[in-house]
C-alpha cells in the first residue's frame, strides 16, 4: 500500500502553491485546511506514514491535544512542525519524538524560548520552513521505503510481534527458561540498524531463493546433504544444545535441510535466483523504484507484502537458530538476571 504524507496548511502556503513546487508528488499528499481538535486522529491510518503541521487553529478551546500527537507517534506515523504553531508542537512534544523542521524551529528549539514570540515570525520565513518540511517529509518516505531495515523493524512493530513470539518455543539452560519474545527483544535492542539491514537482506533473499528451488522442484544433492547432517550429528543428538536453542530434533534437521540446499545453490549469486524467482511470480518492479535492479527491489520487501504466509518474528527466529546464535543470547539474558 503506498504511504501518504498528510499537511495541514493554508495560511502559511496554499494548498495551489504546493501543487505548483511539487506537481510529481501530488499523489503522495493529503491536503488539509489548518488542524483543529481532532484532526491528526482522523488521519491515524495504516496508509499515512507522515503528518506535517503547518497551520493549526489559533482557537484555545479548538488546539490540538498533545494526545492525538502522542497516538500517531506510537503507530511509528513520522508528525514533523514548522511554521508557528507547528513548531511550537514540535518543541513541547520532541521528547516523544515529534520533530521540528525549519529556520523558526531552530530559533524556538532552546525550552527557554517564549511561546509569544511565534507572533514574530515573517511570512516569507514561514512560507520557506513550510517547504523545507515537506521536502524533508518528502526524502524521509523515500529513503524508508527504499530501506530494507526500516521495513524489517517497522514491520516487527506493525505485527505486534511481542505477541506473536510468545508462540515461539522457549529455551532452556540449566532448568532457565527464556521466552522467544524475551530473545527476539534482547538481540533487537542490542543489535546495530546496520547489521539488522544486514539480517533482513539475508533473510528475505534466504526466503526467496528457496522459494524458487521449490517452484523448480531442485533437489540437493546426496553427498552435500549428508556432509552438512555428518557435521552436525553431535548437535542433532544433543538434547541439552537443541534444547538451548529452542528446537525439537525435527525441527533442527528441517533447518539443516535448508542450510544443505544453499550450500548447493552458494554455487552462482543469489541475485540470480531471487531474480528468477521474480520473473517466474510475475512480479513487475513499480516505475517509483527505476533506480533499484529488481534484486535490490524484492529484497526491501518482506514476502507478506507480496503475498506469502510471512511474520518477520518467526523469519528472524528461524534465521538466528539456523546460525546458531539463539542459545548465545539466551545465555546473555540468563546472565544480566543473575
Not at 543428538?237 to 550450500?263: F, K, P, T, V
Request: net charge neutral.
Amino acid at each position: 500500500m503506498p504511504k501518504r504524507i498528510v499537511v495541514f496548511c493554508e495560511n502559511t502556503i496554499s494548498h495551489q502553491n504546493i501543487a505548483k513546487i511539487f506537481p510529481n508528488h501530488l499523489r503522495q499528499f493529503i491536503l488539509n485546511p489548518p488542524a483543529t481538535q481532532g484532526d491528526v486522529w482522523r488521519h491515524i491510518r495504516e496508509d499515512v506514514k507522515a503528518i506535517i503541521l503547518v497551520d493549526c487553529t489559533e482557537n484555545a478551546e479548538e488546539n490540538l491535544w498533545y494526545r492525538e500527537i502522542t497516538d500517531a507517534l506510537k503507530v511509528h506515523i513520522k508528525v514533523i512542525g514548522t511554521g508557528k504553531i507547528g513548531s511550537l508542537l514540535a518543541r513541547e512534544l520532541r521528547h516523544k519524538g515529534m520533530e521540528g523542521v525549519g529556520e523558526y524551529y531552530n530559533s524556538i528549539a532552546d525550552t527557554n524560548a517564549q511561546a509569544d514570540s511565534a507572533n514574530s515570525l515573517p511570512a516569507e520565513v514561514a512560507r520557506r520552513d513550510a517547504i523545507t518540511a515537506i521536502k524533508y517529509a518528502i526524502t524521509a518516505l523515500t529513503t524508508l521505503e527504499h530501506s530494507i531495515c526500516g521495513t524489517f523493524a517497522s514491520s516487527l512493530e506493525e505485527q505486534g510481534w511481542r505477541k506473536n513470539a510468545l508462540n515461539l518455543r522457549p529455551c532452556i539452560i540449566e532448568q532457565e527458561i527464556v521466552y522467544g519474545a524475551e530473545i527476539l527483544h534482547h538481540f533487537l535492542q542490542f543489535t546495530s540498524p546496520d547489521a539488522l539491514a544486514e539480517i533482513a537482506t539475508k533473510m528475505h533473499a534466504t526466503f526467496y531463493t528457496l522459494e524458487w528451488a521449490r517452484q523448480t522442484h531442485t533437489i540437493c544433492p546426496h553427498e552435500i546433504r549428508t556432509a552438512i547432517f555428518e557435521r552436525e550429528r553431535e548437535r542433532l543428538h544433543d538434547i541439552r544444545w537443541l534444547l538451548s536453542n529452542g528446537l525439537m530434533q525435527c525441527e533442527y534437521a528441517s533447518l539443516l535441510e535448508q542450510e544443505a540446499l544453499l550450500h548447493y545453490l552458494s554455487s552462482s549469486p543469489w541475485h540470480t535466483y531471487v531474480e528468477a524467482w521474480a520473473k517466474k511470480a510475475g512480479i513487475i518492479k513499480p516505475s517509483s523504484a527505476h533506480s533499484m535492479s529488481m534484486y535490490e527491489w524484492v529484497i526491501t520487501k518482506n514476502p507478506a507484502f507480496l503475498g506469502y504466509v510471512w511474520k518477520s518474528e518467526v523469519g528472524l527466529w528461524d534465521w538466528l537458530q539456523r546460525n546458531k546464535r539463539v542459545a548465545d543470547i539466551t545465555r546473555d539474558i540468563i546472565s544480566l538476571r543473575s
